[in-house]
């Protein structure tokens, strides 16, 4: 069963922004730009999410002791 897929325009733009082959060096600072820039977008998100929740680091540090409690536990 063949299937069509339909590139978004984000693809389209890295396919013709990439239609020359990166260096191993370019291709490297390519995919660190790239991580950095979805690290951030997660770290912000996740900010967000502790200011609508009114979350502080008390609650963070609850959450890993429970955690490490569930793990030991048998």
């Known amino acids: 069963m063949d299937q069509t897929i339909k590139l978004n325009s984000m693809q389209l733009f890295m396919i013709k ?6 260096n191993a060096k370019q291709e490297e ?3 660190e730009l790239l991580t950095d820039y ?3 977008q997660i770290d912000q998100e996740m900010e967000q999410i ?3 929740n009114g979350l502080v680091q008390e609650d963070l540090n609850r959450a890993l002791e429970k955690h490490k ?6």
């Not at 409690?69 to 048998?74: A, D, L, V, Y």
């Open 17 to 22: 922004l990439f239609e020359k082959q990166p």
């Open 29 to 31: 600072e390519i995919k």
């Open 38 to 40: 979805f690290a951030k």
């Open 50 to 52: 502790w200011v609508e």
């Open 69 to 74: 409690r569930n793990i030991t536990e048998p």
